[in-house]
């Protein structure tokens, strides 16, 4: 995935049987998703204009143009859509996109370096960096807070985190 574009959404089939299809929206502001221009799928091989039709549990009931049928939006499952990076706002000097944090080096307090963020969760509780890394056996777990990762520097390619007390092996 080139970094001109970033994960959005994803099309989780359809919604009804006049082709509608029902939308997960990975954004902030979720209905801000049909404002972000044609979306992309991953390998910018097909591109979707969707207008929003209204919210239904876990998302919204989309219009996608050229998707007529229910067979047409069920094939859509599972698709999942990306945004040219121009096209999202600004964020505030406190705030990340996803894609931006994964692959960043991660270093302790002390500057040793414990590994990369290798994914960035979020269950509802807030978001959760995955470090993987040297004497890491399984994937460390950081909550994605000011005191546990108290430093992120996109320049340098780099975070530096305090974690919680048995976070990481010492």
Not at 131 to 137: D, I, N, R, T, Y
Request: aromatic letters at 6%.
């Amino acid at each position: 995935m080139s970094d001109a574009r970033i994960c959005v959404g994803a099309f989780a089939g359809a919604f009804g049987v006049h082709g509608d299809v029902r939308l997960k929206s990975f954004c902030a502001e979720p209905e801000d998703i049909a404002t972000y221009g044609p979306l992309w799928t991953e390998d910018g091989a097909r591109s979707f204009t969707l207008s929003i039709d209204r919210a239904v549990k876990n998302g919204f009931a989309v219009q996608v143009d050229g998707i007529r049928t229910k067979e047409d939006a069920d094939a859509l499952k599972g698709l999942r859509l990306y945004a040219d990076r121009e096209a999202l706002p600004s964020l505030p000097d406190d705030e990340f996109y996803h894609a931006d944090l994964i692959g960043l080096s991660v270093m302790d307090t002390g500057g040793a370096e414990r590994g990369k963020v290798s994914a960035v969760h979020n269950h509802g509780a807030g978001d959760l960096l995955e470090v993987s890394g040297p004497g890491l056996k399984t994937p460390a777990l950081i909550p994605f807070t000011l005191a546990n990762v108290p430093t992120v520097d996109l320049a340098s390619g780099r975070i530096v985190i305090d974690p919680p007390e048995g976070a990481l092996p010492e």
